[in-house]
């Protein structure tokens, strides 16, 4: 099994800037993509990046040029640095991990809340 916790979260001022970090133990050899989704109230869950372990990563198209996820191999941590933040990227962010790409959701972080507001 795979353990995902996730820090970082918090309320931020439109403009500003959050890193949220997830650090995986248990049986982390199983971990090959690495991922960040979210959930806005009343809204789907939706991918907003993943990264691979040999480090190709991916991003939706509303957090492009924004949003940088990386991962630092030997802490088995991974970040989602968040910058320019709007109102509308608030929302329960939650981290992910699986095998492969297509088990993405295999491990779920327990969530953190971003509320992006004046």
């Known amino acids: 099994q795979v353990q995902l916790v996730e820090s970082g979260g918090g309320l931020v001022q439109p403009g500003g800037s959050l890193r949220l970090s997830c650090t995986a133990s248990?049986?982390?050899?199983?971990?090959?993509?690495m991922g960040w989704y979210r959930q806005a109230p009343g809204k789907q869950r939706e991918l907003v990046a993943h990264i691979v372990r040999g480090g190709n990563t991916n991003y939706a198209d509303t957090v492009k040029g924004r949003f940088t996820i990386s991962r630092d191999n030997a802490k088995n941590t991974w970040y989602l640095q968040m910058n320019s933040l709007k109102p509308e990227d608030t929302a329960v962010y939650y981290c992910?991990?699986?095998?492969?790409?297509?088990?993405?959701?295999?491990?779920w972080g327990q969530g953190t809340q971003v509320t992006v507001s004046s």
């Open positions: 992910s991990a699986g095998p492969t790409i297509v088990l993405l959701t295999a491990y």
């Open positions: 248990g049986s982390i050899f199983n971990i090959y993509a």
